[in-house]
């Protein structure tokens, strides 16, 4: 009796103290954080103590700015984001299913996808000017390519089986792309876009770097420039947050759209 | 209605990795009479899924002609259903979802298909089952669901490709005695592959046997066993010369 009671309160205590796991390591790194910072071992414009940093987003988010700058982020990573995807899961798709497109694509693919994006972000704002284009744009190239990767590969894995099962039903082409490709495509694609929502605040960020008048990654240049520490990092963090908040939305489509997966999964492992 | 087939001088032929002509198949002639159940049996790669999927219209013969009903089949026909060797279920459909499928691809209503497969399921086993992803059966259930998504097709022409072929021996006698008594309420013009010879000789009217690649027909034998047949003919002396005879002929394939 004694036993029962006891493992319960332990089976009670348990998922708890696993959920609160994480947050206690933020606490720990926090500390840590705070006493090297008391015990004076950088000066205040290298490591500034938390509180400075928490005075300095208070301070910014009540005047404005931090506001100011994350919508002007936030808003060029959206359209990035969502320019890059439909276009490279459409060049993904026709790449799939064109061997001979792919012939002729693939060397330029591979040659601009292994060259750095900070490198040719220049050449962007040259071409599309200091204002948002230029950050869309280099959010889009970081986005297109994952996206493209993933939709030719996610595509390809369709069974070739269950292609002569729709066949044999008369499915039309729509219904080919509709029922089959990007269901069968769909955990390959949402990979992918895992890895396309987190890199897409990198990209915005890299043409923000380059020459900008808004947007967090100026933000973070600016303060850097008048050695703003606190500032650089309440942009910083600002960034760690949209970037896993992005994540987070990802993992939660995958989810909903993916339950088949986990339920079947279970039953096997039975 | 029930439909007749005839195949004649089918010849299939592939092209090699090193670009030279391989042939897969025939010539094969042969007629099929309406309602009648048939089987296929002979020695690996000899052709005979070939053949099936030339009779569905996945595919176009290098030479000769397929009529179904004096019509040629070039394409896939509503009127012909294919089973394929492993269930070949879309994982993230439920069960119900992967056996109105072709209803779902003919533009059939999702009120209308939800009743029709409804109230297919039960004869398969499966009304428990309606919600599951397959996933979460096991390999003889997944097969019935198979069944079931070629049966809700209603066709006059039913091609079965090795359908028990991964099942166990238990199972594999269950699901084909279901086969059967679905076979007696509709009574399609039935092509089946399989390895099996009992099975073979139990199901059909006529078992056709095939030689090696290039598949041709050796022996055309007819099971004149009265129907409904029950399990236990398998051990009848009637059965036993008649499944003899097929055995015969596949060796001197």
């Given at each position: 009796m004694q036993i029962t009671m006891l493992s319960r309160q332990v089976n009670l205590r348990m998922p708890s103290s696993r959920a609160l796991a994480p947050y206690l390591g933020l606490l720990v790194l926090l500390l840590l954080w705070e006493l090297i910072t008391r015990l004076k071992i950088y000066p205040e414009f290298i490591i500034p103590p938390p509180r400075a940093v928490f005075d300095t987003f208070v301070q910014t988010l009540l005047d404005g700015r931090l506001w100011t700058h994350t919508v002007t982020t936030v808003g060029q990573m959206g359209i990035g984001l969502f320019l890059g995807l439909v276009a490279g899961v459409a060049l993904g798709y026709l790449i799939a299913k064109n061997h001979m497109l792919e012939q002729m694509l693939s060397p330029i693919i591979v040659a601009i996808q292994s060259t750095p994006v900070v490198a040719y972000a220049p050449l962007l704002v040259i071409w599309f000017g200091t204002g948002p284009t230029s950050k869309i744009v280099t959010c889009m190239l970081t986005v297109f390519f994952p996206m493209l990767t993933n939709t030719v590969v996610g595509i390809r894995s369709v069974p070739p089986s269950l292609r002569d099962l729709m066949h044999s039903l008369r499915a039309t082409r729509w219904q080919m792309f509709t029922r089959l490709e990007v269901p069968a495509a769909m955990p390959i694609l949402l990979g992918g876009l895992k890895l396309s929502a987190t890199l897409s605040v990198i990209g915005v960020v890299v043409g923000e770097f380059v020459s900008a008048n808004a947007g967090l990654g100026y933000l973070v240049k600016l303060a850097r420039d008048s050695y703003n520490t606190p500032l650089v990092m309440v942009a910083v963090l600002m960034l760690a947050l949209i970037a896993r908040l992005m994540y987070g939305a990802v993992a939660l489509l995958e989810h909903r759209l993916l339950a088949w997966q986990s339920r079947s999964r279970r039953q096997n492992s039975l | 209605m029930t439909a007749s087939l005839a195949v004649r001088g089918v010849t299939a032929v592939y092209t090699a990795p090193n670009g030279g002509s391989l042939p897969a198949l025939g010539p094969v002639t042969f007629t099929t009479a309406p309602s009648e159940f048939i089987t296929l049996v002979g020695p690996s790669g000899c052709g005979k899924s070939t053949l099936l999927r030339l009779l569905a219209g996945l595919q176009v013969p290098t030479k000769g002609s397929i009529l179904l009903d004096g019509k040629p089949v070039t394409e896939p026909s509503p009127r012909v259903a294919i089973m394929f060797?492993?269930?070949?279920?879309?994982?993230?459909?439920t069960i119900i979802d992967n056996v109105a499928l072709p209803l779902e691809l003919a533009g059939i209503s999702r009120d209308e298909r939800n009743r029709t497969a409804q109230a297919l399921l039960p004869q398969l086993g499966l009304e428990e089952f309606a919600?599951?992803?397959?996933?979460?059966?096991?390999g003889g259930m997944a097969q019935r669901v198979a069944l079931g998504r070629v049966l809700i097709q209603r066709p006059d022409v039913l091609l079965l490709d090795e359908p028990f072929g991964a099942l166990d021996a238990l199972t594999r006698e269950q699901v084909s005695a279901d086969l059967m008594s679905l076979w007696t309420q509709e009574r399609q013009t039935v092509m089946m592959v399989t390895h099996d010879i009992n099975e073979a000789v139990w199901l059909s009217d006529r078992v056709l046997v095939m030689s090696r690649?290039?598949?041709?027909?050796i022996a055309d034998i007819a099971v004149?066993?009265?129907?409904?047949?029950?399990?236990?003919?398998?051990?009848s002396e009637e059965f036993g010369h008649i499944a003899q005879r097929v055995r015969a002929n596949i060796e001197r394939a």
């Open positions: - | 060797q492993d269930a070949n279920l879309m994982p993230w459909r919600p599951a992803y397959p996933g979460e059966l096991s690649r290039p598949g041709q027909i004149p066993l009265p129907r409904p047949r029950v399990l236990a003919v398998t051990y």
